[in-house]
């Protein structure tokens, strides 16, 4: 049972009689009158064992986008149910609307929506549905909460997706495919074409040149069906909120261009998220939509509190590959994790692959390196100097492993790794 803000009036109202006729019995009969009312909306109120209720939800959202939530309550009582309804989502959620109104006749069903306005990547459940059912009066009402467990999938936003168009341009430009045929090493023989000033000497044909006594140069285009293995960080340091967004949640959105990308580059493209332990993985040998499984093995990670264990890493791209692969790491730059963790594992693993470092770095280091007003604005200037000056001691550290780096802010970070690609597989490197 709930009571109202009717009976709550109601009872104000009594507190006046109360004052005009200050007696015992005004109160009493007061208190009788109000209990007797209320206790005739509970009775002529519908009873909640006859309600049915059915959910009807999208399997899955983006981040950002709206769903609904549909309810069917269907009375099989014989009475009219006037009820609201509540469904029992989390806050993340973003439930507009509860809780609803309803007037549903007797042995018949209505629908009910519920506005979905998801503010974190996940799986979101909701447990239960309450219902309340309220008597004419609206003084109170009956109360039921039914088990109705389900689950609603919010999907990485994937804004990245803007940067794919000019890079499938560029590199269908590499490939030849386009209008205008970059210059450049690559590793399979394309074609034959005139010899133009600013060619490379070494690409000249010289038969072709004697049999049309025209220079020719031959012209290259990169190897296809090569490994591209990315592997996600998900250790502490990927918790980290850098402009309003995880460091883990920037990763991502790196991860999908780079794989989609790569996928149209003719590669095949494995996934690992990793911290201890496998946290997830996508093979390139996988039957179906690789950028689905991928979205669906990316959406329930979550960062965990414990230091990346950097050298079981080795072992896991061996697995996926034994031949010369493309490893991408998607990590951070912090001195103590990488000097501790990665750098000891790196040259072992770039002896055999090619090895990308990519990073976010936080913009409000520049920001605040630049602000040296006050006494305040100085502390800080240093600290952001020394953070900085570290930073790039781990990237020349990189660097000398023979790893490539990738740092960048989190809007930057997923373009500047698909041009990352793309140089890599124009100069033959992959």
Request: glycine share 6%; aromatic share 4%; net charge positive.
């Amino acid at each position: 049972m709930a009571i109202t803000g009717r009976l709550v009036i109601l009872a104000a109202i009594g507190s006046l009689a109360v004052v005009l006729y200050p007696e015992a019995t005004t109160v009493l009969w007061w208190l009788l009158l109000t209990l007797a009312a209320m206790g005739l909306d509970l009775l002529v109120a519908a009873p909640l064992r006859h309600v049915q209720v059915e959910r009807s939800l999208p399997s899955s959202v983006r981040l950002g986008a709206a769903c609904e939530s549909t309810l069917t309550i269907a009375n099989r009582g014989s009475r009219k149910l006037r009820a609201t309804v509540r469904e029992g989502w989390q806050p993340s959620a973003g439930a507009i609307g509860q809780p609803i109104r309803v007037v549903v006749p007797a042995s018949e069903s209505r629908r009910t929506r519920v506005r979905l306005q998801p503010s974190r990547r996940g799986d979101l459940n909701v447990h239960h549905v309450t219902i309340r059912s309220l008597g004419p009066l609206g003084l109170a009402s009956r109360q039921r909460t039914i088990p109705k467990p389900d689950v609603l999938r919010v999907l990485p936003p994937f804004h990245s997706q803007r940067h794919l168009p000019s890079k499938l341009r560029k590199l269908r430009e590499l490939n030849g495919s386009a209008a205008v045929q970059i210059r450049g090493a690559g590793t399979e023989f394309d074609s034959l074409r005139d010899y133009v000033r600013g060619d490379d000497v070494r690409s000249i044909d010289w038969r072709a040149t004697a049999r049309r006594r025209e220079t020719v140069v031959r012209t290259w285009r990169p190897e296809r069906d090569r490994r591209v293995i990315i592997v996600l960080d998900t250790s502490r340091t990927s918790a980290v909120r850098i402009q309003d967004e995880p460091r883990l949640d920037t990763g991502i959105e790196a991860s999908l261009l780079l794989a989609v990308l790569a996928r149209h580059g003719g590669d095949n493209v494995d996934f690992l998220a990793f911290d201890r332990r496998l946290r997830a993985k996508v093979e390139s040998a996988d039957k179906g939509n690789q950028l689905n499984k991928l979205v669906n093995a990316m959406t329930p990670l979550e960062a965990e509190l414990v230091e990346a264990d950097w050298t079981s890493v080795p072992r896991l791209v061996r697995q996926v590959s034994t031949h010369r692969s493309l490893v991408v790491l998607l990590t951070s730059l912090d001195a103590g994790a990488v000097e501790e963790g990665l750098l000891p594992v790196l040259p072992r693993l770039a002896e055999k692959h090619m090895v990308v470092v990519a990073a976010v770095r936080d913009p409000e280091l520049e920001v605040s390196r630049a602000q040296r007003s006050t006494a305040a604005e100085t502390y800080r200037a240093a600290a952001a100097e020394r953070a900085l000056l570290d930073r790039a001691a781990v990237a020349a550290r990189i660097r000398q492993a023979g790893a490539e780096i990738v740092d960048e802010t989190p809007h930057e970070l997923p373009p500047r790794l698909a041009d990352m690609y793309i140089r890599l597989k124009a100069a033959g490197r992959l």
